[in-house]
């Protein structure tokens, strides 16, 4: 080993010094305890005596030199950024995180589960119900009569089966009220989540599957105040304190005295109110200019439906309502296509 | 229905702009959907609900607006119409009174057809219906303005002995003026001749008998016919007309003779004419109804307080006569145009609705909590949370499906399924009675929109029947298929679903319910396996048939399913949680590596191995295994790892030495395992 060809692969070596740990293996070659420049001075008694001086000189010479040519190094690297840490020595943080990726509840289960959510700690329970149901349970026991036009807004699907009674899928969850008033007394404080089928045309806005949910109070001297009271609580909750709330009187066979609720549109807030209805032009998509969004229907459970249960109408009144699921669920996320919610798209599913 | 602003103010004064009173008609409860600036006028789109038929016209809409807005209603004065000499001998014969109540009919003879004048066209297009010709065109107008189906037959195209009011023959038929042909039965009412058939009542005229541009003669009928009638036979042939739409819902008697009047007053006017007979057959008897209720009945049940003077007003606005039966007591004498109050429930309906829904104040009721109980459904609802922790989508679908779609996957299995009576297309025949051929439609979409992997889950009712019995239980079905990337600390991996996947999810599904005693058999080799819980089938896993999937087009796939009842594995859930002393003492683990063949299932060998190991071997479970290189071919290598602890002691190597031999030496005997 000579210092001439030392000197030759030092040069070589002092342009692959770009890195901390590149300049650390370097010194360590030459000036560890070990390293090349201790090994050379080691082999300085084996020289002959007129050699030594000149040798020793020599190697302490290369040694400067190593040693400048490390304080220079140091300089250039501690003005560069840090580098990126080898493989297997640091995290790269912008790599992919490891992790069992989660699936979605489907949103209808989703609005469900949060408006049964807000009844339930004002006190109601949870129950639910065959969909295969009585003509008696669906219809007649709800006071409405059979061959009446106030059936037309129940179109039925109604199933083959050689039993007497005749059976359908429930068009909507209030046969449900019948099942518990007839197995249970008052109090009687419920909601019930469903599915119900209607043999409606498909479109944007129509199926002939959707889900309601249901909810009825049954107890000596509620009134009507209190299913505005208890809808006014439930609508705040899912579509915020600011919304406005009107009941609107309507007709139901099953309820008396009848309303459906609006609440004031979540798009425009009815803010252009006053004259959209008599212009054509940009009406609101959502409200069709009319400032208000229908949600549900209610009233004050009829006494006809109060007798067919074995209920005394004079002592127990009570309220009862209905939504349809998809039509809140659509308002709160902004669909505005029902059939989204059973193509059941993965890209849609796992927004929710 | 629609109606127009200034042709309400011909019966009340309106001081008030179209949009404020539309806004008062939607608060008392009837709903203007639309209002529209049209040609001068407003038109106004009504809904109307079915109890109250009375206002399905304009006068209706009147006498409701003069309620609500407190105007006086402006009753129009009868017409006086001169008979001339009486010289037409016209019967009318009504085979039954129950389907026909009241029949008038009025002959008009020298009438000129011609075209309406225009504010007779602009009102009946302003309102959506077509201008016909003079005498068309007054019917409509009048149906319009009171609510009461007039028809105009060609007299000279019916026989003039007269005309009968009849159940149709099965059989007859008849030429409508625009539905076509209907065959007739006898579920339905005519109004014929001696000859055929000219009218479907109160539904359609006939094209025979039509009012024509020749007609110089009409026969004017007015009248009630039987509501249930007219709404069976308008759903068997499904033409729904504005004079059925009426009919079915009910008419005021006392507008009959009103609208007949206004019509032939307004025919004499416009398309000149005589009448020469008037001719009314059936007398309806019409005893004012009354109804006994409570002064406070509207406080009890809508918890606001409308002052007994208030009360008398509203009703009296109303048009209900009061009269105080007690200090308590009202009697109420009803209007004969509103069909639809019969007891105190309708009143205090009444009341709110004209007080107002607004005035009601918002209170909250007490509510008796029900002692909480852990029910089906919070069992379902831990069943969804479980499985999406597990990376599955949980989906909606369809309980009605196609039967070709059940046809295809019933292969093998004896169901009978339910059949829907009236569906409305193929897609609605059959209640389900899987969710399987759904789940496999949804992972068919999904592959459509470029999925590379889909996992899915739904709970929903199954239905079937068995000698006639209907069965409806819930049902948890999953599907798993395709690949996905799995991310590790120094590569990726490829991940394709099988069932061991799905045996993990259910596994893992039973851990978080405390279902404990469950396993899964194998059926018969054809890649069936069944999911026992308690001894009892719950349900199966299985790899679609690749011809199904060939049908939905997924290639170079599987897909996985499991079905389960959810009645069976909730029956086996426990949830209550018991807690069990941590173990004290060290546990010696021995791990044995061998080769088994592939025909050896690892089953039945685990299970021989906990029943060698004894009361010191607390648990054997596989660690590792391994295709490939380096074993040969047709074998598998496979870790299982025992692990060894003796209750209240510290446990010696000696002791587990002999057992793990005597292990080694079962595998190799019993299972002819090589030890590796
Ligand atoms: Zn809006």
Redesign the pocket.
């Known amino acids: 080993m000579d210092i001439y060809s030392i000197r030759t692969q030092i040069e070589l070596e002092v342009n692959q010094l770009n890195s901390r740990e590149a300049l650390e293996a370097f010194r360590n070659k030459y000036l560890a305890r070990k390293g090349i420049i201790s090994q050379l001075t080691g082999s300085i008694p084996s020289l002959a005596v007129e050699e030594r001086a000149a040798f020793g000189k020599e190697v302490n010479l290369l040694k400067s030199q190593i040693l400048a040519i490390i304080a220079e190094k140091e300089k250039t690297l501690a003005a560069e950024k840090p580098s990126t840490p080898a493989p297997g020595g640091g995290i790269d943080i912008g790599m992919p995180g490891i992790a069992q990726e989660i699936g979605r509840l489907h949103p209808i289960t989703q609005t469900i589960d949060e408006i049964t959510s807000i009844f339930v700690q004002m006190g109601f329970s949870v129950v639910e119900g065959p969909e295969i149901e009585t003509e008696y349970n669906n219809f007649t026991g709800l006071n409405i009569p059979l061959d009446h036009p106030s059936r037309d807004a129940f179109d039925t699907f109604y199933i083959k089966s050689p039993a007497k009674n005749r059976l359908l899928l429930r068009s909507h969850t209030s046969p449900v009220q019948i099942r518990v008033m007839k197995s249970r007394r008052p109090p009687l404080a419920i909601i019930v989540p469903g599915r119900v089928y209607r043999p409606d045309a498909v479109d944007a806005s129509h199926l002939f599957m959707f889900h309601q949910i249901e909810g009825f109070m049954v107890d000596e001297g509620i009134r009507f105040s209190d299913l505005k009271g208890v809808l006014e609580v439930f609508a705040k909750a899912v579509f915020g304190k600011e919304i406005k709330m009107r009941f609107r009187p309507h007709f139901f066979p099953f309820t008396e005295p009848s309303a459906e609720v609006d609440i004031s ?8 109110l006053s004259d959209v209805l008599t212009s054509q032009g940009k ?11 229908e949600i549900l229907g209610s009233g004050m459970i009829h006494p006809n439906v109060f007798k067919h249960v074995g209920y005394d109408p004079t002592k127990y009144t009570g309220f009862a309502f209905g939504m349809g699921i998809e039509r809140i669920a659509m308002l709160k996320y902004g669909i505005s296509d029902i059939r989204l919610f059973f193509e059941n798209d993965l890209r849609f599913l796992r927004q929710f | 229905m629609k109606i127009t602003y200034y042709w309400l103010k011909d019966f009340v004064e309106i001081k008030i702009s179209p949009r404020q009173l539309a806004d008062k008609l939607t608060m008392a409860g009837i709903e203007v959907k639309g209002l529209e600036e049209k040609d001068g006028d407003f038109v106004l789109d009504i809904e109307t609900t079915s109890n109250r038929p009375d206002l399905l016209s304009v006068y209706g809409i009147a006498r409701e607006v003069a309620v609500i807005t407190g105007k006086s209603f402006k009753e129009p004065k009868p017409p006086k119409i001169a008979t001339a000499q009486n010289k037409t001998d016209f019967d009318i014969k009504i085979n039954s009174p129950k389907d026909c109540p009241l029949y008038t009919a009025k002959i008009i003879r020298g009438v000129k057809i011609g075209p309406s004048p225009g504010w007779l066209k602009k009102r009946l297009e302003l309102v959506g219906c077509r201008s016909i010709n003079n005498v068309v065109d007054i019917t409509n107008y009048i149906l319009f303005t009171y609510g009461e189906p007039l028809h105009a037959f060609d007299f000279d195209r019916i026989s003039s002995e007269g005309i009968f009011v009849r159940r149709a023959r099965r059989g007859e038929r008849l030429m409508t003026i625009d539905a076509g042909e209907c065959l007739l039965d006898e579920d339905m009412l005519v109004i014929a001749d001696n000859n055929r058939i000219l009218a479907l009542a109160g539904i359609i005229g006939g094209k025979e008998s039509e009012v024509s541009g020749d007609t110089k003669n009409i026969l004017l009928e007015a009248a009630i016919f039987a509501p249930v009638l007219i709404r069976r036979a308008r759903q068997k042939l499904g033409i729904e007309t504005n004079s059925s739409y009426r009919f079915e819902r009910g008419i005021d008697s006392e507008t009959v003779q009103k609208a007949s009047a206004c019509a032939c007053a307004l025919i004499l006017e416009l398309a000149s004419g005589k009448m020469t007979l008037k001719k009314e057959t059936g007398l309806l008897k019409t005893r004012p109804r009354s109804i006994l209720t409570e002064v406070a009945s509207a406080e009890k049940i809508l918890g606001s307080h409308i002052l007994p003077k208030e009360t008398i007003k509203i009703l009296n606005r109303l048009g209900l006569k009061t009269k105080r039966a007690s200090k308590k007591m009202l009697r109420l004498t009803i209007p004969p145009y509103r069909n639809d109050l019969f007891t105190q429930i309708d009143i205090v309906e009444e009341l709110a609705r004209i007080h107002g829904y607004d005035a009601i104040p918002n209170t909250l009721p007490k509510i008796t909590p029900q002692p909480p109980s852990l029910q089906k459904r919070d069992l379902v609802s831990l069943t969804k949370q479980t499985l999406v922790a597990l990376g599955l989508n949980e989906v909606i679908t369809y309980s009605l499906i196609s039967r070709s779609l059940w046809g295809m996957f019933s292969e093998g299995q004896d169901v009978s399924v339910i059949e829907v009576e009236n569906p409305l297309s193929s897609e609605q025949e059959i209640l389900r009675p899987s969710l399987i051929p759904s789940l496999v439609k949804c992972v068919a979409h999904n592959y459509n929109q470029r999925q590379q992997y889909v996992y899915l889950f739904e709970i929903a009712h199954v239905f079937s029947q068995k000698e006639g019995n209907l069965r409806e239980e819930l049902q948890l079905a999953i599907a798993l298929s395709g690949s996905r990337a799995i991310f590790l600390e120094d590569m990726v991996v490829k991940d394709t679903a099988g069932l061991l996947h799905l045996k993990g999810i259910i596994e893992t599904l039973c851990a978080r319910l405390g279902v404990e005693r469950y396993e899964f058999v194998n059926r018969n080799h054809n890649q069936i396996i069944d999911i026992c819980i308690s001894g009892e089938g719950a349900g199966s896993l299985y790899q679609i048939p690749r011809r199904i999937l060939n049908y939905f087009d997924i290639k170079n796939r599987q897909v996985i399913v499991a079905q389960l009842s959810l009645d069976r594995l909730f029956a086996g859930a426990v949830l209550t949680k018991q807690f069990f002393a941590l173990p004290k003492f060290p546990a010696i683990t021995r791990d044995i590596s061998f080769i088994l063949k592939e025909e050896i299932p690892v089953q039945e060998l685990l299970a021989a191995l906990k029943e060698q190991g004894g009361s010191l071997l607390a648990a054997v479970t596989i660690t590792d295994y391994y295709r490939g290189k380096q074993i040969p071919a047709g074998y598998r290598g496979i870790t299982v790892s025992c692990v060894y602890r003796a209750g209240e002691r510290t446990l010696r190597e000696e002791e587990v030495n002999p057992i793990d031999a005597t292990l080694r030496a079962l595998l190799e005997k019993r299972f002819q395992a090589k030890m590796r």
Do not use: A, D, T
């Open positions: 549109c979540i798009i425009c807030q009815g803010r252009q009406r609101c998509s959502v409200c069709g200019g009319k400032g208000w969004l």
